[in-house]
């Protein structure tokens, strides 16, 4: 699998930026994007990250309390990293 060293890579930067650092809030573009609703993605704000790590193609942030963040980057394989308050680009569908 030629993405698993992707993943690796893409795992090491957000170490490098988030380990230890307190999320402020998640932003989903798509509700086709959200695959769990219990807890509420609300639940994240405010925790600290504790951990990072890859499970099989995905990476998944561990917050405080035994929260998780998992993502698939999908065929895409690209994650933005915007600043608080930037716009967020969507797609209009004609």
Do not use: C, N
């Not at 992707?6 to 932003?27: P, W």
């Not at 405010?46 to 099989?56: F, K, S």
């Amino acid at each position: 699998m030629p993405e698993l060293p992707d993943v690796t890579v893409y795992i090491e930067a957000l170490e490098a930026r988030i380990a230890g650092a307190r999320l402020e809030r998640v932003r989903i573009v798509s509700p086709f994007l959200l695959r769990s609703v219990d807890p509420p993605i609300s639940t994240a704000s405010g925790r600290r990250v504790a951990t990072l790590r890859r499970l099989g193609k995905r990476i998944v942030i561990g917050l405080e309390g035994d929260v998780f963040l998992v993502m698939h980057l999908m065929i895409a394989g690209r994650l933005h990293w915007k600043p608080a308050g930037a716009k967020l680009f969507v797609k209009q569908i004609p």
